[in-house]
């Protein structure tokens, strides 16, 4: 029997909330240990679920803001393509204005090239910022597998070219598809299963095998978390990024306790641990994410309560034309401007202690 429709939306908001809260969460608490080794995750001494930015405040980087801004454009494109690619660069060029934390190289060289008037933006890069931003994507179109890669493949090219990070970025997709169906049916997913059905992404030989492998590794309890963050590798490459989280996602851990699992391997922290709580919120709801974990995330522009109007709205942009409040990117800059000489003054003591 079909669920109603209010019900329906009910829960297609609920997987949305989960990916961005889910996002923000492991974005917020893997931010200051971005860039570490895992050894020096260990010896600093800071408790991974607590915020050291600036007080008890946590703060979002780029990887929210971008998934984020995707949101954004699914919202105002009315399910038009050629509407969604253009929306998405124009936010992308107006966030990149208000220097933005921990850009990759890949979206930088794009926001350069969307400012000088290129067609063709995309860089020869393997990053994992397409994947970052994919999980939204197969969320909203988990009903529509084709549309789906279309939107992924033409996204994920607007800043990155290089076959593994755009594989990575359907990979990502198919696993969030597959989450907000199951959200959906009311199901539980298991995500050995769901990683390993969809390992036919992957035409590039070198993601197959990190990826398979990091499946296996998950299935042995031998195998501590440091040993496989070394084999594996924990870096912004798609190669280490993806395979991490996917093994970090097939020991179905608590989102807490993956957010901890992911950050513990160090590199890069904070992308690993959103993308691995974005797809956890996806199968479990935003519902089901511990209020506690975001309370204290910095509630300026896509904040926990902006994410929440997001989820929202895309829920019934699936079906009727929805009004998309102005994002306020004057507030985003002075709130950078400020944070600047915070994130200055840690990466300077990060220096001195070596």
Known sequence: MAKP???????????????LIGSACGDAYGFFFEGM?????????????????LGPTGFISDDTE????????????????DLLYKHFKKA????????????????????????CGARHTGSRSAGNGPALRAAIIGAY?????????????????????DPRAVQAAMYVAALAADATNARMLGTELDWPTTCK????VFCDRQMFKATSRAIDLAAEP??????????????????????????????????DRAICDAVTGGGDTDSNAALVASLIGA????????????????????????????????????????????????????RNVCLIPVLLFHATMRLVKG
């Open 197 to 200: 059905r969809h390992l036919e």
């Open 66 to 81: 971008l998934l984020a801004i995707t949101a954004r454009a699914l919202i105002t494109s009315a399910n038009n393509d």
């Open 222 to 255: 031998a195998v501590s978390q440091r040993v496989a963050a070394q084999e594996i590798g924990t870096t912004g490459f798609a190669v280490h990024a993806l395979p991490w989280v996917v093994y970090n996602l097939c020991k179905n851990q608590p989102i």
């Open 283 to 334: 199968a479990r709801g935003g519902a089901s994410i511990p209020p506690q974990l975001y309370a204290s995330i910095d509630e300026g522009p896509f904040g926990p309560k902006d994410l929440a109007v997001l989820a929202n709205l895309l829920s019934k942009a699936k079906s009727t034309k929805v009004v998309l409040p102005r994002c306020n990117w004057l507030h985003m800059l002075a």
């Open 141 to 161: 179109f988990f009903d529509n597998r084709d549309k789906m890669q279309r939107v992924v493949q033409a996204n994920a090219g607007i800043t990155h070219t």
């Open 92 to 115: 992308l060029l107006a966030w990149f204005f208000t220097l933005p934390f921990g850009i990759g190289r890949g979206t930088y060289q794009a926001c350069l090239k969307i400012m």
């Open 37 to 53: 080794t895992a050894d020096k995750v260990s010896s600093s001494g800071k408790d991974i679920l607590r915020f050291h930015i």
């Open 5 to 19: 429709v209010d019900t329906q939306e009910h829960l297609m908001r609920d997987a949305f909330y989960g990916i």
